[in-house]
């Protein structure tokens, strides 16, 4: 099928209240061109430089979202234009975001990672360290970073069980957040879970919004 057809048949599955970020990447300009032709505006890259590369020949109105681990040093490049940045793990990566979103007199958006997953190569915080992080004075006094939600991976497994267990602790880690710290703040409501393999679990769950590269461009 094509990239224009796979869109269309997961949109077909989930439900418009759920935000689909196309993964795209390693892929070439041609295949996120279908994808916007197709009507997808919303694109998730993991690596700062090919995500500035492909923003500067995009069309302005793609919200461009950054899923990948994000070192402090790579966050000035893409503060004027990011939308989303899924992968926020550490106050000193909050913090820097902060600074760069304040030169670009802009509010970054972000969700907080957290380690769901078996794996131990997963990057993420836990529920304390995350409780630590949002009660703490430095993170109050940032006005240029924005909150919305949390952000999970799943083990890569075939233990379907496993793959909702995990889900569910994301989900359940997302209200205790928003009960203790964001009860009255409504852009706090992103749950990013799920990808190509997982995402209809992640939907079960509790997820709004879904990553996925593969079943759109074809595996890499």
Not at 151 to 165: L, P
Not at 188 to 204: L, N, T, V
Request: one cysteine or more.
């Amino acid at each position: 099928m094509s990239i224009s057809d796979n869109l269309t048949d997961i949109r077909q599955h989930i439900h418009e209240s759920v935000c689909l970020v196309a993964v795209s990447k390693t892929k070439p300009i041609s295949a996120l061109q279908q994808a916007y032709q197709a009507g997808q505006r919303v694109f998730g890259e993991n690596k700062v430089q090919e995500l500035c590369t492909k923003q500067a020949e995009m069309a302005n109105d793609i919200r461009w979202h950054f899923i990948g681990h994000l070192q402090t040093n790579k966050v000035k490049y893409i503060a004027p234009f990011i939308s989303l940045i899924h992968s926020v793990d550490s106050l000193k990566l909050m913090q820097e975001i902060n600074k760069e979103a304040l030169k670009n007199n802009r509010i970054i958006h972000c969700l907080l990672e957290f380690h769901i997953a078996s794996e131990e190569s997963k990057f993420g915080l836990n529920l304390a360290s995350a409780n630590t992080i949002l009660s703490s004075a430095e993170f109050h006094k940032m006005e240029n970073i924005r909150i919305d939600g949390v952000m999970g991976m799943a083990t890569y497994t075939e233990d379907i069980q496993q793959v909702h267990r995990e889900f569910h602790n994301l989900k359940n880690i997302f209200d205790q957040l928003k009960s203790a710290h964001f009860p009255k703040q409504e852009h706090f409501k992103i749950i990013s879970m799920g990808m190509s393999d997982d995402y209809p679990i992640a939907i079960e769950e509790g997820s709004t919004m879904i990553r996925v590269g593969s079943s759109i461009f074809g595996e890499r």
